[in-house]
């Protein structure tokens, strides 16, 4: 009898130690799945966090780059106006000249029309003579 308890307890200790094996293997699947997910999760993290870093940074340079033309566009703007207002003052000295030349076209034809008024009474004062 001693003998049958003692092949019960190798059996019960037996299957106890499978069933603790089984269990540690799958404890042992368990974890490296885990760990698996743990990497990938990882890895994915990693792989964004360098995808914002350049994100953020190509963000930076375009703002710098729009700063600079926004500077550009400000400087062309007042170069532009500068340019708008020497094009009205020279339109507005083209304008002056234009009446100056057309009062001294009709000074020099009004001093044309006398000369040969002085002319014709010259000639005729000679001939009365």
Do not use: H, P, Y
């Not at 914002?52 to 033309?69: C, P, T």
């Amino acid at each position: 009898m001693e003998e049958g308890i003692k092949n019960r307890a190798i059996l019960i200790l037996s299957i106890f130690s499978i069933i603790l094996l089984i269990g540690n293997i799958s404890s042992c699947s368990n974890a490296s799945r885990q760990k698996t997910a743990r990497d990938k999760e990882m890895s994915t993290r990693l792989d964004l966090e360098e995808k914002m870093s350049k994100f953020n940074q190509q963000q930076a340079d375009l703002e710098e780059k729009l700063k600079v033309q926004e500077k550009t566009l400000a400087e062309e703007k007042a170069a532009s106006e500068v340019a708008k207002k020497a094009l009205v003052q020279e339109q507005l000295a083209n304008q002056s000249l234009k009446e100056e030349l057309q009062k001294v076209t009709k000074l020099k034809e009004a001093l044309e029309e006398d000369l040969k008024e002085a002319l014709v009474n010259s000639k005729t004062a000679k001939q009365k003579k």
